[in-house]
């Protein structure tokens, strides 16, 4: 245990999984190994997980310098018997673990933001893959009409109900289509959709790849060319004044204007 408070185990990555023997996950959680073991014992036999799953046998240089074959425990094991020992170490890493998902189930997203900032190992070889989540969650339809909609919802006399409002919305909606497409939504749907391709050519909806498309998420058909949109528009965090209706009047004539230009 180093002086901060942390941790130092040993421990084996392979096969994209974090691997120790039953020692080091004594050593981790501050028990005796027959306590791990113990509970090794009860998570298999009530089926929480599949012994053949969360192990492996892989060859270990011992201290005597001796090669011997350890069988070890995955990630997954290692937190599920995290759950079951009874010592202070062990409510140490469970009051971590509800953290974790209280961040998750309220926010959305755990990131462990060090890290990613500073590098390790772990996290060089994930970084591309967290920012492509992060601009597909950017480029969704949903998320840029929202950025829309707070906008426009500073509106000293906004109402969503307003014939004003729809108007603003659908006209704006169709500019942004045409801008990259150079094609109004009714051109879009006619011409994207293909009853050839698979899910007729819908590229992502909310319970996708596997879950069944529900009508919110073919309204607007934006989804068949997000990645384009996001990309050409750069969406950011606009801040803007409030607007009263004749503002917005005159805003709806002015796109128009520059659309039929």
Known sequence: QTP???????VLYANEN???PQKRMAELFDVDRSVVTKHLKNIFSSNEL???SVCAIFAHTAGDGKEYQTKFYSLEATIAVGYRVNSERGTQFRQWAITILQQYIHKGFA???DRFKYGSRFSTRFFDDLLE??????????MAYQKITDVYATSIDYSFKAEDTKMFFATVQNKLH???TRQTAAEIVAKRTDSAKPNMGLTSWRKGPKGKIMPSDIHYKLDLYRIE????LGIEDPIRDGMSKQELKDAIREI????SA
Do not use: L
């Open 111 to 113: 990131i462990d933001s």
């Open 18 to 20: 974090i691997w120790m």
């Open 4 to 10: 901060d408070g942390k941790i130092n185990i040993e």
């Open 178 to 180: 045409f801008a990259i």
């Open 229 to 232: 949109i996001c990309e050409a």
């Open 256 to 259: 128009r204007n520059q659309k």
């Open 50 to 52: 599949q012994e053949d």
């Open 133 to 142: 989540e992060i601009r597909d969650i950017r480029s969704s339809e949903r």
